[in-house]
């Protein structure tokens, strides 16, 4: 028995996309995106994204981390579940689909699609985190999953690996833990933002939850002008639509490219 699977790129962040609508594969799910996520042994990715069967929406979003762990959303994620969903016959060009964040719909346009996020919450401004010798103010809001973010001035001079770790394991977020995300302002209405992923456990080339996260806190808090905001990240560019009414944000759309790499399948 073989499981066929497509490789989908979202800005650069790479995902194992495969349909289980009929649910004629349990596995252990964690246990196989821990195997074949690994790169240079394996297929490689940074997650591995089920779509099944739902009985409330066009399908049911499922998507494990390169560690195993289970997330509650990924937007670049999400935005391939959307393409690979219209090009499977699961769902036309406008969709919807369940993920553990909640109901998130799509629209897909060739290789452009968007998706509408769920409500950002949990926003909490100018928190000082005690990193030993340094003190760092970040700000943090949930995008469907937990992301802080940090500003600065020269973003090629900071050690994302090394500083995104332990701000990722910072006991201030614990025990969930957060994503991180650095951002210069490089212009009205764009930013340049670098991601250190939890789940990952590394910096990636894209993250769309976090560029959403990077776009309405540097709206909120440093007055970067938008809608829209334009978010260049080492994959790429996302464009973040929102309305936002005091610090309430809604309405929030994220935006890009989505890029078939290759098919294949995977011997059981």
């Known amino acids: ?9 979202g800005t650069g962040n790479d995902f194992i996309m495969i349909n289980n609508m009929h649910r004629a594969y349990t596995l252990d799910w964690s ?37 195993g762990s289970e997330a509650e959303m990924c937007g670049n994620g999400a935005r391939c579940a959307a ?8 769902a036309g060009t406008h969709m919807s689909f369940n993920t553990l964040a909640g109901i998130i719909e799509a629209r897909v346009n060739t290789h452009d699609v968007s998706i509408r996020m769920t409500d950002p919450h949990t926003l909490h401004k100018d ?9 760092y103010c970040v700000d943090f809001i949930n995008t469907g999953v937990p992301h802080t973010v940090v500003f ?4 090629s001079s900071i050690p ?15 025990p969930a833990g957060t994503n991180v995300n650095f951002v210069q302002i490089i212009g009205d209405g764009h930013i340049r933002v670098r991601t250190y992923e939890r789940g990952v456990e590394s910096e990636t080339l894209a993250c769309g939850t976090g560029a959403v996260a990077s776009a309405l ?12 905001v334009h978010v260049h990240m080492p994959g790429g560019e996302l464009q ?16 890009g490219c989505v890029d078939n790499v290759y098919t294949g399948n995977i011997p059981l």
């Open 1 to 9: 028995m073989v499981l066929p699977f497509t490789k989908m790129s």
């Open 31 to 67: 246990g196989f995106a821990a195997r074949y996520c690994t790169r240079r042994s394996s297929v490689g990715a940074d997650g591995v994204i089920i779509i099944e069967h739902s009985a409330e929406a066009d399908f049911n979003f499922r998507i494990f981390n390169a560690d």
């Open 83 to 90: 393409l690979f969903a219209f090009e499977q016959k699961v």
């Open 127 to 135: 928190i000082l985190l005690d990193m030993g010798t340094d003190q």
């Open 152 to 155: 600065t001035e020269d973003l």
């Open 160 to 174: 994302v690996q090394e500083l995104g770790r332990a701000i990722r394991i910072h006991e201030h977020f614990s």
């Open 217 to 228: 806190i540097s709206n909120l808090v440093k007055h970067v002008p938008g809608p829209p």
């Open 240 to 255: 973040i639509d929102f309305l936002i009414k005091d610090t309430h944000f809604s309405d929030v759309w994220l935006r």
